[in-house]
């Protein structure tokens, strides 16, 4: 797995953690202020939230990159295997004719 390949997996897995992690402890105030959103947390804590976000992420990218590296998942060749089944076999170059 080559470190750009690295760089957009940890990207990626963060956004959908983030997103996974932002309801965590989230309770509304008691007695919300004028102009408050109805479903705005008291305490968001996102800094709590960003910290464990990277941390998870760190894990999840670390299963996925020994997992690549030891080939139990073989993205290659699941693209491969993706492009035959929507294109066929496109074994044959194309000479012009």
């Given at each position: 797995?080559s470190?750009l390949?690295?760089v957009?997996?940890?990207?990626?897995?963060?956004w959908?953690v983030?997103f996974?992690?932002?309801?965590w402890?989230?309770?509304?105030?008691e007695t919300?202020e004028e102009?408050?959103?109805?479903?705005?947390?008291?305490?968001?804590?996102?800094?709590?939230?960003?910290?464990?976000?990277t941390?998870?992420?760190?894990?999840?990218?670390?299963i996925?990159?020994i997992f690549?590296?030891?080939?139990?998942?073989?993205?290659?060749?699941i693209?491969?295997?993706?492009?035959a089944?929507?294109?066929?076999?496109?074994?044959?170059?194309?000479?012009?004719?």
């Amino acid at each position: 797995m080559s470190l750009l390949t690295l760089v957009f997996t940890y990207l990626i897995v963060w956004w959908v953690v983030i997103f996974a992690v932002l309801p965590w402890g989230n309770r509304q105030p008691e007695t919300p202020e004028e102009g408050m959103a109805f479903g705005a947390p008291a305490n968001p804590n996102i800094k709590k939230k960003l910290i464990a976000t990277t941390l998870i992420t760190f894990v999840v990218v670390g299963i996925i990159y020994i997992f690549a590296e030891i080939n139990i998942i073989d993205f290659r060749e699941i693209a491969r295997e993706m492009d035959a089944r929507i294109y066929g076999d496109r074994s044959t170059i194309y000479d012009g004719n």
